[in-house]
């Protein structure tokens, strides 16, 4: 599987092929959104593109990689000059254990199914519609604007006013939108989905609200990637050593809404096909930490690793304790 990710040195941009255990360069590219764009606007592939921009030029991975070079990882994703042209949002209740672990968090009552299981089931249902049909549509919710994302070894931050929050591993697609106002999907990439899962637990409107965090992708895009039961690890650490780990699975097959399903549901709104945009889409979660009720604290180092998606993404948590005050809007009157 062809990745790709991209780098900076003070002002300069490149993007480069893993060719382990070193980058290649990319000639004529400094982001993977123009890659993108001029496959589109070439009618012709990203692969194309690689192989006849990618050059001998080699830069060692490992130094990158552990902070250890003048190039840094960026996020393997962008809108290289407006960020809010970055929509980032998720679909939920796609796993088992997703709907599993919502349906203890919000349950009423052992004979009173929740409204989070009733979906899931809907997806079991009808999640996966043959050809030419139109399948159920599964929960969606909005994390931000390209703001909020992180890369690589960035911090993820729980903020004053929030209750709590956790990792969620998953593998999120990427896409443009062509300037005819077709979606395409450039890849996709390792994501950490990070909530408020205590603020939710209150209440499932609060779902909403968990959602508004930072979160992150890469380090490493896959643009042809195989996405039918792709096995991972998500793993908590606390001062070097490992407090939590999970072996986690996800794709298509472990799944109750297809890929395809997934995506007609979100571009079918008019506002998600705006030509020139990106969209970051995580699709699904199948175990967090918190199921298993441990709260993480200050400086946790939460790794996120799927088998064929490249090197692991590592961030930790920020805690911001300084005091919520509040908010207020002045009068223009």
């Known amino acids: 599987m062809t990745r790709l990710v991209q780098l900076q040195r003070g002002n ?17 590219f400094d982001s993977v959104y ?33 902070g250890n070079s003048h190039w840094s990882l960026l996020l393997p ?11 980032v949002s998720g679909t939920g209740l796609t796993h088992l254990g997703s709907a599993a672990e919502r349906q203890a968090m919000h349950v009423r009552a052992e004979s009173e199914m929740t409204d989070s299981m009733k ?21 969606w919710f909005y994390k931000g ?53 205590r603020f939710e637990k209150k209440n499932y409107l609060n779902l909403a609200g968990s959602k508004l965090r930072t979160c992150s992708l890469g380090p490493e895009l896959v643009i042809d990637p195989q996405f039918d039961s792709v096995a991972g690890t998500a793993t908590i650490a606390r001062e070097g050593k490992t407090i939590w780990s999970r072996d986690i699975v996800t794709g298509e097959s472990e799944m109750c809404h297809s890929l395809r399903n997934i995506e007609h549901h979100h571009f079918k709104y008019a506002t998600h096909r705006r030509p020139g945009d990106v969209h970051v889409h995580y699709f699904g979660a199948c175990s967090l930490s918190f199921g298993d009720g441990l709260r993480l604290a200050d400086g946790d180092v939460m790794e996120v690793r799927f088998e064929g998606f490249g090197r692991p993404l590592r961030n930790a948590l920020s805690i911001d304790s300084s005091a919520s005050a509040p908010i207020a809007a002045r009068s223009l009157a």
């Not at 994703?77 to 929509?87: A, G, K």
């Not at 979906?119 to 929960?139: C, H, N, Q, S, T």
């Open 12 to 28: 300069e941009r490149r993007i480069a092929v893993v060719d382990e255990p070193v980058l290649r360069l990319i000639d004529g």
């Open 34 to 66: 123009g890659l993108a764009q001029a496959a589109i606007a070439r009618a012709t592939t990203l692969g194309a593109l690689i192989a006849n921009a990618a050059t001998s030029d080699t830069i060692d991975y490992n130094e990158v990689y552990e």
């Open 77 to 87: 994703i962008d809108h290289p000059t407006e960020p809010s042209r970055v929509l």
């Open 145 to 197: 604007s390209g703001t909020i994302l992180r890369g690589p070894g960035e911090k993820l931050v729980t903020p004053p006013y929030a209750e709590d929050g956790g990792e969620e591993a998953e593998i999120a697609g990427v896409y443009v939108i062509g300037s005819d106002g077709s979606p395409w999907r450039v890849g996709m990439c390792i994501g950490n989905e990070f909530s408020d899962h």
């Open 119 to 139: 979906m899931f089931r809907w997806g079991v249902e009808g999640g996966k519609p043959a050809d030419g049909k139109l399948g159920i549509a599964p929960e």
